[in-house]
C-alpha cells in the first residue's frame, strides 16, 4: 500500500467517523423525538406525572368554612348541622365502596388510559 492510498484510507475513516459522531449528536438534541418515544414506551408514566402535576399546581382544595353564633330566636344551626351530617353520612359512604371497587375497576382503568395515551402518541407523531 502506498503512502497515497493510505492518506486516502485514513481520510475514509475519518469521514466515515465524522458522519457518525455527526448522527449520534443530531440524535442527542432531538428533544421533540426523544419525548414522542418516551411516551410512546411509558404511557402511564408519562399520564401519572401530568396528573401529579397538575394536582401540585392547582394546590389543595380546602375549603374555609366560617363558624356562626347561634340565634337566640330559632333552631336553624341545628337543622343544618344535622343535614350536613348526612351529607358527611353519604360522602364516606360513597368513599367506602369507592375503595372496595378500585381493585376491580384499576385494570380496565390502566387499560383504558394506556389505549387513549397510544392513540393521542400516535396522532402526535404523525
Known amino acids: 500500500m502506498s503512502n497515497k492510498e493510505a492518506i486516502l484510507e485514513e481520510l475514509r475513516r475519518s469521514r466515515l467517523a465524522i458522519a457518525r459522531d ?4 443530531t440524535e442527542e438534541f432531538n428533544l421533540l423525538g426523544k419525548i414522542k418515544r418516551s411516551v410512546k414506551s411509558r404511557p402511564l408514566a408519562w399520564l401519572g406525572g401530568a396528573a401529579a402535576l397538575g394536582y401540585i399546581f392547582a394546590g389543595p382544595k380546602t375549603k374555609n368554612l366560617t363558624k356562626k353564633a347561634p340565634q337566640k330566636g330559632g333552631d336553624t344551626t341545628e337543622k343544618s348541622a344535622s343535614t350536613s351530617k348526612d351529607r358527611r353520612h353519604w360522602l364516606m ?11 376491580f375497576v384499576r385494570p380496565a382503568i390502566s387499560a383504558y388510559a394506556a389505549r387513549r395515551l397510544g392513540e393521542f402518541s400516535e396522532k402526535i407523531g404523525r
Open 22 to 25: 455527526t448522527t449520534a449528536i
Open 93 to 103: 359512604t360513597a368513599f367506602g365502596i369507592f375503595k372496595m371497587a378500585l381493585p
